[in-house]
């Protein structure tokens, strides 16, 4: 019985420390996305550095390409969508 509790407490050591080294892993993952959607949206702002309308929409268009070649989540875009009538 004693040997039987010594082996299910090291099975509890190991899983848990596996766990513990999966935490930093999905954390590199998720700044590295946010670095690359940062770089996406500064390269697009060099493109297309202008404060008008059809600026903002083509950076808006240069971002989402940039991301979707990346296989990145979508951002909100700059240009808010026209309000809808009811």
């Known amino acids: 019985m004693h040997v039987?509790?010594?082996a299910i407490c090291m099975l509890c050591v190991v899983g848990a420390s596996e766990g513990r080294a999966q935490?930093?892993?999905l954390?590199?993952?998720?700044?590295?996305a946010w670095r690359l959607m940062d770089a996406c949206?500064?390269?697009a702002r060099r493109q297309f550095p202008d404060y008008t309308v059809k600026a903002k929409a083509q950076r808006d268009r240069a971002t989402k390409l940039c991301l979707a070649s990346q296989n990145l989540p979508p951002a909100v875009p700059?240009?808010?969508?026209?309000?809808q009538k009811q």
């Open 4 to 6: 039987l509790s010594i």
């Open 23 to 25: 935490a930093p892993n």
């Open 78 to 83: 700059e240009m808010p969508k026209p309000p």
């Open 41 to 43: 949206r500064a390269q």
């Open 27 to 32: 954390l590199q993952q998720s700044q590295n």
